[in-house]
């Protein structure tokens, strides 16, 4: 799925490049002349493509900056559970998903001391698939819950995979060893069962 993201992005932004036209070039005239301006060739080929258009807002940052943890992560929640229905597969860069990490971010890293905001902002990073910050978020919490030991193992495993794939055995086992710590899945036992 990501391969034909990224080779759809790719081909969408060459006939995009291909498809701007050239500035028009002025040609110096003679000093009893006006000035003439030579016209930019006319494309006449047509193409059916979609054009997503995002505008922002410039007093966001400012609006984000002013918003205390708690506003941030009832931001979060609401764009999640708006995320939840807009999108058939939760990624972040789709924008509400990522409305709502970037909220859930500014909630966890304004109160530190909130276990719940970061518990959150972990959930969040692990269900939008952006692995190594969830695993990262898992491990600095420490004592998890059993839904969040599912969390944080699935992370693990994740990592792991990509690991093993690339050939980097001893970090594949550094995170089936910690997501075996929070939870014996399937998942690492059989990259276990590789190593």
């Given at each position: 799925?990501?391969?034909?993201?990224?080779?759809?992005?790719?081909?969408?932004?060459?006939?995009?490049?291909?498809?701007?036209?050239?500035?028009?070039?002025?040609?110096?005239?003679?000093?009893?002349?006006?000035?003439?301006?030579?016209?930019?060739?006319?494309?006449?080929t047509t193409t059916d493509t979609t054009t997503t258009t995002t505008t922002t807002d410039a007093a966001a940052p400012?609006?984000?900056?002013?918003?205390?943890?708690?506003?941030?992560?009832?931001?979060?929640?609401?764009?999640?559970?708006?995320?939840?229905?807009?999108?058939?597969?939760?990624?972040?860069?789709?924008?509400?998903?990522?409305?709502?990490?970037?909220?859930?971010?500014?909630?966890?890293?304004?109160?530190?001391?909130?276990?719940?905001?970061?518990?959150?902002?972990?959930?969040?990073?692990?269900?939008?698939?952006?692995?190594?910050?969830?695993?990262?978020?898992?491990?600095?919490?420490?004592?998890?819950?059993?839904?969040?030991?599912?969390?944080?193992?699935?992370?693990?495993?994740?990592?792991?995979?990509?690991?093993?794939?690339?050939?980097?055995?001893?970090?594949?086992?550094?995170?089936?060893?910690?997501?075996?710590?929070?939870?014996?899945?399937?998942?690492l036992v059989a990259i276990q069962s590789r190593l």
């Amino acid at each position: 799925m990501k391969k034909i993201l990224i080779l759809t992005a790719f081909a969408l932004g060459s006939l995009a490049a291909a498809q701007t036209a050239p500035t028009p070039v002025e040609t110096p005239a003679p000093a009893d002349t006006a000035p003439v301006e030579t016209p930019a060739p006319v494309d006449t080929t047509t193409t059916d493509t979609t054009t997503t258009t995002t505008t922002t807002d410039a007093a966001a940052p400012a609006m984000a900056a002013a918003m205390t943890p708690e506003e941030s992560f009832t931001k979060a929640q609401e764009y999640a559970t708006q995320a939840d229905v807009a999108y058939p597969i939760p990624f972040y860069d789709r924008t509400l998903w990522k409305a709502s990490v970037d909220s859930a971010y500014m909630a966890a890293a304004g109160d530190a001391s909130n276990r719940d905001y970061t518990a959150y902002l972990g959930q969040l990073y692990t269900k939008t698939q952006w692995w190594i910050n969830a695993y990262n978020v898992w491990t600095k919490i420490g004592d998890l819950t059993d839904a969040e030991k599912d969390w944080a193992a699935l992370s693990a495993a994740k990592l792991a995979y990509i690991a093993l794939n690339r050939g980097d055995l001893a970090t594949a086992k550094t995170y089936v060893t910690q997501g075996m710590m929070w939870k014996s899945t399937p998942s690492l036992v059989a990259i276990q069962s590789r190593l």
